[in-house]
Nanobody, 124 residues
Framework: QVQLGESGGGLVQAGDSLRVSCVVSGRTVRNYPMGWFRQAPGKEREFVAGINWIGTNTAYADSVKGRFTISRDNAKNTVYLQMNSLEPEDTAVYYC?????????????????WGQGTQVTVFK
């Protein structure tokens, strides 16, 4: 069984930076691609960023490209999402996820394990 635990969310002002983390416990996901999704109230859960198991391949949603950076430390079983130049439109619950397989996925249907989420709120 795989458990994912997010942390680092909070309330920040537009233009600020924030880093959210996800610690994986249980079965190792060292070889799994991992990702971040987000869900704002009344909206569908959407892809934010993904990374392959070794960290050499990443993917980003167009809305965060150039502002967000995904990374991972397999020795610590942790994946990070560094968010810069935050905008009110980035307000959402951010979910960490992992998938069995080799390729980075960009749809929620491709992912097998999910965390409980961490709230990020950006105000003007």
């Amino acid at each position: 069984q795989v458990q994912l635990g997010e942390s680092g969310g909070g309330l920040v002002q537009a233009g600020d930076s924030l880093r959210v983390s996800c610690v994986v416990s249980g079965r190792t996901v060292r070889n799994y691609p991992m990702g971040w999704f987000r869900q704002a109230p009344g909206k569908e859960r959407e892809f934010v960023a993904g990374i392959n198991w070794i960290g050499t391949n990443t993917a980003y949603a167009d809305s965060v490209k150039g502002r967000f950076t995904i990374s991972r430390d397999n020795a610590k079983n942790t994946v990070y999402l560094q968010m810069n130049s935050l905008e009110p439109e980035d307000t959402a619950v951010y979910y960490c996820t992992a998938r069995r397989g080799l390729q980075v996925g960009t749809t929620k249907e491709e992912y097998d394990y999910w965390g409980q989420g961490t709230q990020v709120t950006v105000f003007k």
